[in-house]
């Protein structure tokens, strides 16, 4: 399994992201119950989220974003993803 690093910046339009936000968390919540989401959320400032998954690779992180609420309704401005080495910290085995 591959850890994967993915920054949001939000768009202009907060209203309408405000209307998809409960979906997003909602598919969001699902994620993490499937483990597929180890962390995720906004900034302090509400310009972006930070998210971090946990996906078999690459294309299956596509999917899983591609498939985010967020995603479909064009609410994000830029995605900047990364793939993550974890070595210390609570989740390292």
Same mark, same amino acid.
Do not use: C, Q
């Given at each position: 399994? /591959?850890?994967?690093?993915? &920054?949001?910046?939000?768009?202009?339009?907060?209203?309408?992201?405000?209307?998809?936000? +409960?979906?997003?968390?909602?598919?969001?919540?699902?994620?993490?119950?499937?483990?597929?989401?180890?962390? @995720?959320? +906004?900034? /302090?400032?509400?310009? @972006?989220?930070?998210?971090?998954?946990?996906? /078999?690779?690459?294309?299956?992180?596509?999917?899983?974003?591609?498939?985010? +609420?967020?995603?479909?309704?064009?609410?994000?401005?830029?995605?900047?993803?990364? &793939?993550?080495?974890?070595?210390?910290?609570?989740?390292?085995?």
């Amino acid at each position: 399994m /591959a850890k994967f690093v993915v &920054e949001l910046v939000y768009g202009a339009d907060r209203d309408h992201r405000l209307e998809v936000r +409960p979906a997003h968390r909602e598919y969001s919540k699902g994620l993490g119950e499937r483990g597929v989401l180890l962390a @995720g959320g +906004p900034y /302090a400032d509400d310009l @972006g989220a930070l998210l971090i998954y946990e996906v /078999a690779d690459a294309d299956e992180l596509r999917e899983v974003l591609a498939a985010d +609420p967020y995603t479909e309704a064009g609410v994000i401005a830029e995605t900047r993803i990364r &793939e993550w080495n974890a070595v210390t910290g609570s989740w390292v085995a």
